[in-house]
């Protein structure tokens, strides 16, 4: 996980189409054909949604290494979760195993294997979408994304400095455990409890720096007069295009297709 | 060890002594044994009269609220991406240093900590692969979790240092019980109903590995830094006006 959180606030974007677009079309085609991979259990939409998200990855030219990344991570979680239900659901179907030991029932019915399909297929499409959305995001495209949807300047500045210090907070992270590593403390090794005891090492030496930084930038702040009731005037524009609103619109309606086919059966 | 000072052992060098070093023998020993028998240990602070623990009028807001939610949320975020020590299951079951400070934090800053800790755990969800519709909603969990942590200790006038035994048994009670139950029904239904989770296992074995993991790291992890840095923070603008002084 950490290895994606590095490529996430430290990498080089590739150019594509979708860097092209107003951030905040990026933010809300993600987050509406994400929605409609998350609710979708028919697995016709599910496979299409598949389909979809690997054509917007090939679109948006992630490298070959991030992807991998974020498969793996959603294989071994739809593996896991898909075994669960293939072995402990209660889906209705053709019995084609059954035990009951010490009160643990493990029924395989091939319901629960079309559910766990499904499944799998969701969480791999989640999986492709959201890799997509973190690739072509920088954090400040984030950031412009929330002030085009208008959202209260507050909240795009916490977000702006979330990120600003996340990258330093990284930085900070690494250091102190090597400098940790070189007196002998390795977080890595021991058991689970001695491992935790020794973070706290690492913990205490990170809290006290943010602690520092915090106070750097709310002085920083004050002294540029900052005041989060007053009306601000901008100095970029984020207007939207054509192309925006055409696949906003067409976000939409993949959206709202999903609906129909998957709870109104049209 | 001896970094735990504790500050209600000031004026009684010889007990300090003997508790500390027993303390020290006791988690030597057995470390859950021992971590337990440290709290449970612990002298009482010599007591002040209720009137004392009146509110500092402190509470943040403008400027420092901004910058403490942003820093709550970056190191949150980085000891939740980083600090992963039983991936089993991603999301499910995972033991990291994170969700200590979404106590520690709630207890230090306050609302803004507990919006911090939300806003943190959504991008690192977001960036280690969590799709944001659902770190959206699973992340409230961690948002209660650290709110009532805050509001425990807010209305019931704890101090976030555990200098006293009552200190300790608020923690215990809605820190590490309340707050982790409440926080787990959040979080198990959350994975139950995006993912179809059977019930059975989602809300027996998912729910009860929830709640234990987060004990254990609240119980080792938390309890060292609030009782060593909370006398730090209280002197920072950062701290939430806690109503002990």
Same mark, same amino acid.
């Given at each position: 996980?950490?290895?994606?959180?590095?490529?996430?606030?430290?990498?080089?974007?590739?150019?594509?189409?979708?860097?092209?677009?107003? !951030?905040?079309?990026?933010?809300?085609?993600?987050?509406?054909? !994400?929605?409609?991979?998350?609710?979708?259990?028919?697995?016709?939409?599910?496979?299409?949604?598949?389909?979809? !998200?690997?054509?917007?990855?090939?679109?948006?030219?992630?490298?070959?290494?991030?992807?991998?990344?974020?498969?793996?991570?959603?294989?071994?979680?739809?593996?896991?979760?898909?075994?669960?239900?293939?072995?402990?659901?209660?889906?209705?179907?053709?019995?084609?195993?059954?035990?009951?030991?010490?009160?643990?029932?493990?029924?395989?019915?091939?319901?629960?294997?079309?559910?766990?399909?499904?499944?799998?297929?969701?969480?791999?499409?989640?999986?492709?979408?959201?890799?997509?959305?973190?690739?072509?995001?920088?954090?400040?495209?984030?950031?412009?994304?929330?002030?085009?949807?208008?959202?209260?300047?507050?909240?795009?500045?916490?977000?702006?400095?979330?990120?600003?210090?996340? &990258?330093?907070?990284?930085?900070?992270?690494?250091?102190?455990?090597?400098?940790?590593?070189?007196?002998?403390?390795?977080?890595?090794?021991?058991?689970?409890?001695?491992?935790?005891?020794?973070?706290?090492?690492?913990?205490?030496?990170?809290?006290?720096?943010?602690?520092?930084?915090?106070?750097?930038?709310?002085? &920083?702040?004050?002294?540029?007069?900052?005041?989060?009731?007053?009306?601000?005037?901008?100095?970029?524009?984020?207007?939207?295009?054509?192309?925006?609103?055409?696949?906003?619109?067409? !976000?939409?309606?993949?959206?709202?297709?999903?609906?129909?086919?998957?709870?109104?059966?049209? | 060890?001896?970094?735990?000072?504790?500050?209600?052992?000031?004026?009684?060098?010889?007990?300090?002594?003997?508790?500390?070093?027993?303390?020290?023998? #006791?988690?030597?020993?057995?470390?859950?044994?021992?971590?337990?028998? +440290?709290? /449970?240990?612990?002298?009482?602070?010599?007591?002040?009269?209720?009137?004392?623990?009146?509110?500092?009028?402190?509470?943040?807001?403008?400027?420092?609220?901004?910058?403490? +939610?942003?820093?709550?949320?970056?190191?949150?975020?980085?000891?939740?991406?980083?600090?992963?020590?039983?991936?089993?299951?991603?999301?499910?079951?995972?033991?990291?240093?994170?969700?200590?400070?979404?106590?520690?934090?709630?207890?230090?800053?306050?609302?803004?900590?507990?919006?911090?800790?939300?806003?943190?755990?959504?991008?690192?969800?977001?960036?280690?692969? /969590?799709?944001?519709?659902?770190?959206?909603?699973?992340?409230?969990?961690?948002?209660?979790?650290?709110?009532?942590?805050?509001?425990?200790?807010?209305?019931?006038?704890?101090?976030?240092? +555990?200098?006293?035994?009552?200190?300790?048994? #608020?923690?215990?009670?809605?820190?590490?019980?309340?707050?982790?139950?409440?926080?787990?029904?959040?979080?198990?239904?959350?994975?139950?109903?995006?993912?179809?989770?059977?019930?059975?296992?989602?809300?027996?074995?998912?729910?009860?590995?929830?709640?234990?993991?987060?004990?254990?790291?609240?119980?080792?992890?938390?309890?060292?830094?609030?009782?060593?840095?909370?006398?730090?923070?209280?002197?920072?603008?950062?701290?939430?006006?806690?109503?002990?002084?």
């Amino acid at each position: 996980m950490s290895q994606l959180f590095r490529s996430f606030v430290f990498k080089t974007r590739s150019k594509s189409v979708f860097s092209k677009l107003n !951030s905040a079309t990026n933010l809300l085609f993600y987050f509406l054909t !994400s929605f409609s991979a998350l609710i979708t259990s028919n697995l016709a939409v599910g496979v299409l949604l598949l389909v979809s !998200s690997i054509a917007v990855v090939f679109i948006a030219r992630v490298p070959l290494n991030f992807t991998r990344l974020f498969v793996s991570l959603a294989a071994w979680f739809a593996v896991v979760l898909g075994i669960i239900i293939a072995l402990f659901g209660e889906n209705a179907g053709h019995v084609l195993y059954y035990s009951a030991l010490l009160g643990l029932r493990v029924k395989v019915t091939d319901g629960n294997l079309m559910v766990a399909l499904s499944l799998f297929i969701k969480i791999l499409s989640l999986g492709l979408f959201t890799c997509f959305y973190v690739y072509i995001s920088e954090p400040k495209t984030i950031v412009s994304a929330l002030r085009s949807l208008k959202a209260p300047y507050q909240v795009s500045l916490s977000i702006a400095l979330v990120f600003r210090t996340l &990258a330093i907070f990284a930085t900070d992270y690494t250091i102190i455990t090597e400098a940790q590593k070189s007196r002998g403390l390795d977080v890595a090794k021991g058991n689970l409890l001695k491992r935790i005891k020794k973070l706290v090492n690492v913990v205490i030496p990170l809290v006290f720096l943010s602690l520092k930084r915090a106070d750097d930038l709310t002085n &920083a702040l004050e002294t540029r007069g900052y005041d989060p009731s007053k009306k601000r005037t901008e100095y970029y524009s984020f207007a939207f295009k054509s192309l925006d609103y055409l696949i906003i619109g067409l !976000s939409l309606l993949l959206l709202v297709a999903t609906i129909l086919v998957g709870y109104l059966g049209v | 060890m001896n970094s735990l000072a504790y500050e209600g052992t000031r004026g009684h060098a010889g007990l300090g002594r003997i508790v500390r070093r027993s303390a020290k023998f #006791l988690v030597g020993l057995n470390p859950l044994i021992g971590w337990y028998s +440290l709290f /449970m240990a612990l002298p009482s602070v010599p007591s002040k009269s209720p009137e004392e623990y009146v509110s500092s009028g402190r509470h943040i807001g403008g400027a420092v609220g901004i910058v403490t +939610l942003a820093i709550a949320a970056a190191v949150t975020g980085v000891l939740d991406a980083f600090g992963d020590l039983t991936a089993v299951v991603p999301y499910v079951g995972t033991i990291y240093p994170g969700v200590a400070f979404q106590a520690i934090f709630g207890l230090w800053f306050g609302p803004w900590g507990a919006l911090g800790t939300y806003v943190g755990t959504v991008i690192s969800g977001l960036v280690t692969g /969590m799709p944001l519709p659902v770190a959206l909603i699973f992340k409230t969990s961690n948002f209660l979790q650290s709110f009532i942590a805050f509001a425990s200790f807010y209305y019931l006038l704890g101090n976030a240092g +555990l200098t006293r035994r009552r200190d300790m048994v #608020l923690y215990v009670v809605f820190v590490l019980i309340l707050s982790n139950l409440v926080g787990g029904i959040v979080g198990v239904t959350s994975i139950w109903y995006f993912f179809h989770v059977p019930a059975r296992v989602m809300f027996t074995v998912g729910y009860a590995d929830w709640v234990i993991s987060n004990i254990i790291v609240e119980v080792v992890l938390g309890i060292p830094v609030l009782r060593v840095v909370t006398s730090y923070v209280r002197n920072t603008r950062l701290f939430y006006g806690s109503k002990v002084t």
